[in-house]
């Protein structure tokens, strides 16, 4: 294996800077350099090389004064969701067009060099408009290309930060996941996501699309490094956003070294017992997903884990339940955008409402409309009861039947994707077959519930396919050393595209 | 049921949209293949089921977060107006609404 620095984890990179083999500066030249050479990617949407070296010399300055942290000097990439001082924060969107925040995201401040663990951000990734879409094709910038084939998507909506992970042009990543958008452009490049429990993670400046399913996690390229930076993302933020778990962060990655070295050799999962939800592995998922996932969960096996059948019996209402609620609490959230304090203000306008109009017609695109519509329709008087209201029903039933399943096994596993990456603008007009497509990863999004997407293989013109794990509750550090372990076995998460 | 034009007209109106007459009809034709989906929610009985607004509630974790009521933050009204589309005299600018 080549020993470029890009080819790296973030395990690998920490432990040169603490032995000063590398300093931060060289390693943001270099990625930054990456960057610049592989912008027909798109994963990109802002980049400041000023800004970034002066991270790093801090980071720098930091390891010479004999700090030895997990991720000091350690570059990153943040999706263009977390708000930041020092570059733009767009959302993917034209009605934030040159926004700069006066804050930076708490994610963003913990991770960071500042105040935090000192990782230095090369820039803002691509994403589907204010998180909006399963293809990274609603952005209002530019699509972003897959690397493993460039006419293909890399799925959304964190689509800009797996592409520049499976490409490694960043060595890790933020994103943020409603419905899928973390564990589906994983799954989609081949690289590690996970979504933690609802609230492990502030959200305190992560630009608002469904406050009751937002939730922000790390992209990389193994379960170990997705710990290294989730150990240091998550944690309770009282005074900035009222649903962050009361819960401390843990130390995942210290405890995946220790299991992973203590396990070598034997039955590492002997005791796990997973389980299969009839309705994950059904016809509405193609043969070369459903072939790999089973490959992946027959490694599993040999790993000690046995396999039982649960059910999730309301598996398929969970796309119009999702489809209902996140519009709704998006059209909310996303009234803020009036072109009076932020944001695009149209030129011609007769009077305030017509401003409005002009204004948020002229800075948000197809997609977004359109769920600010369905939002405002089913939060309309007389419409709310059948629709709004009925969704929060069944969302307690979909939460509930996962409990019913926790009662059978530890883990719950199945596909990320009925398919494997499609091609650019295959979907792009029918919106209701994207819905469709994130089948898997809505229920446990509606519950709360962390998930994760490990690469397991590849399927259909040799593109990448994840498996899902789901945890209950609070279960990260289950699903991370579970996931640690398949990583230990088999090498498809050290797989790369070619040509980048 | 479906959707007609006038809702659509309707709804955008409370949204503070304006669609194209082109874009009324492709919208609507849109959001009427989405409503065929959501009407698969009415087979499900959910009589006495409460509704669940927020994982929150299942988590445990309800009771709501205060903090002392004091100021935390410090005047960052230049920062925050950097931004706007139109300020003065550190006023955001907006049409006149009352004559």
Redesign the interface.
Known sequence: MSTDLHDLSVAQLAAKLAAREVSSVELTQHFLARIENNAGLGAFLATDSEVSLAQARAADARLAAGERTPLLGVPLAHKDIFVTRDFPTTAGSKMLENYRSPFDATVVTRLGVAAGAGMVTLGKLNCDEFAMGSGNDNSAYRPVQNPWDTTRVPGGSSGGSAAAVAARLVPAATGTDTGGSIRQPAALTGITGIKPTYGRCSRYGMVAFASSLDQAGPMARSALDCALLLSSMAGPDPDRDSTSLDLPALDYATDLIATGAANTGTAPLKGLRIGLPAQFFGAGCSADVLKTVRGALAEFEKLGATLVDVSLPLTELSIPVYYVIAPAEASSNLSRFDGVRYGHRAAHYTDLTDMYKKSRSEGFGDEVTRRIMIGTYVLSHGYYDAYYLKAQKIRRLIAEDFQKAFTQCDIIAGPVSPTVAWKIGEKSDDPVANYLADIYTLSSSLAGLPGMSVPAGFGEGGMPVGLQLIGNYFKEAQLLGAAHQFQLATDWHLRQPTGI | MA?TSQ??A???N??????RPDETEH?LR??N??FA??????A?N?EG????????A??G?VA??L?DDVV?ESN?RE????????VERGL?L??K?IE
């Open positions: 959707l809702d659509i309707r709804v955008a409370l949204a503070r949209l304006e669609l919208t849109q959001l293949g989405f989906l959501v009407e698969q929610m009415d499900v959910t089921v409460e509704p669940l607004a927020h994982p929150a299942v988590l974790q709501l977060r903090r935390t960052q920062e925050s107006q950097k931004s706007a589309p139109a955001f907006v049409p609404v």
